[in-house]
């Protein structure tokens, strides 16, 4: 199961658009009709508009409704953000409403069509396509809190963050301000994308890096694991339920300096708390902001740091690695920056032990012949 693009979701036009494209494009489709005969040429153009403004209406919705992904398709991270986003009941009925508002539509237009046929004067089968023209006008008036629904709807969800869950995914924890951000920028292949999730106005970031064809994904979670448990509502745990099932690794982000403004106290109780409501998900846990422990030695970092910059030159070289004597834990500064290959190496080699173990696990879209019909 691929992850939904939501930034390619389309617009959708308010009814008073619709109706104005719809019935403007049917008068030119009755405006063409060539018959001397003037009950002939009548009975052609009425049917024709009524025709082709069902049509095109119909036609707008059930591409909407195609467009628009599906619930019962997306992975459940993308569900979970749908609910928390704007809500997975409203959405599925909106889109309702579009599949059933276009039915109606065509309908209407054959219902039209037939009641023409019997029609002998000019003068009724205008009556008939101002009647029809009304009932179509009034079904568009019934979707129209849908349609704004769905208007509102793609702002919120063009903004979502997209997880391809094909791949693997790893999950950034830890406390406000302790370089979460910062830690993915350093680690992905160009700029991470910009998102946001439904409860937070902080912005997150979904960056990237490939090794040996696989993409790794490393998510954010400003505003969802970084602060206690109990300030947390029923939407929030079904995202943190959702990161759980697409994640593959969490990276839990100390920040032993304390300039990010949390005590060390609470970020070990934060850790303890991500660690119990991530059961499935192993963690490493990483002291980041190496550059301000005071706890390192100072002529090691400087090896450190300058092995890492050597790395960037010749990418084959030694990777370093540094630990806190406290903590026992991997060391990281996004700044300087160091750790940071030492942090890949880990995750790759984490992810493909968990791979082995599992290798009967093929990818969703892998394609699986199926032997019978040959
Ligand atoms: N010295 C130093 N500062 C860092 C490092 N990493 C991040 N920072 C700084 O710490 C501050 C917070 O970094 P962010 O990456 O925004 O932290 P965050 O965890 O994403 O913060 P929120 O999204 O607000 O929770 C910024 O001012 C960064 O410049 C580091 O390795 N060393
Ligand atoms: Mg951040």
Redesign the pocket.
Known sequence: MVSVVWRSIPTVLTVEELLDKAFSKAKKAGDAVVDKDRIFRTRKQMTRMVGSAGDSLSSTLLQWVRRWPSLDKMSEFDVAMVEAAVGCDDYRQSLGACQWAAGKCVEISQQNAKKLRRMVNPTPMHEARREAYGRISSIMGRIEDNLDFLREARNILRALPMIDSSEPCLV?A?????????????MSTGNPEIAAYPFTT????VGHFVNRRLKYQLV?T??LL?RPMEERNHIEMQAIAALEHVGNLCLF?L?P?E??GTSMEIQTNLLNEVAELLPQTPLIVID?????IDDLDPDEWAAVCEMEAALAENPDGPIPEIRNPSSGHLV??????AGIERLRYEIIERIGEMRETDPLTLPDNWHVRDDSVY
Not at 174 to 186: E, F, Q, R, T, Y
Not at 332 to 337: D, F, L, R, Y
């Open positions: 950034v830890g406390a406000p301000n302790v370089g979460k951000s910062a830690l993915i920028a350093s902080k912005q997150l970031h954010d400003p505003g970084d982000l920040d300096s300039t990010g980041g902001k190496g550059d301000l990281i500064s996004s700044t300087a920056p």
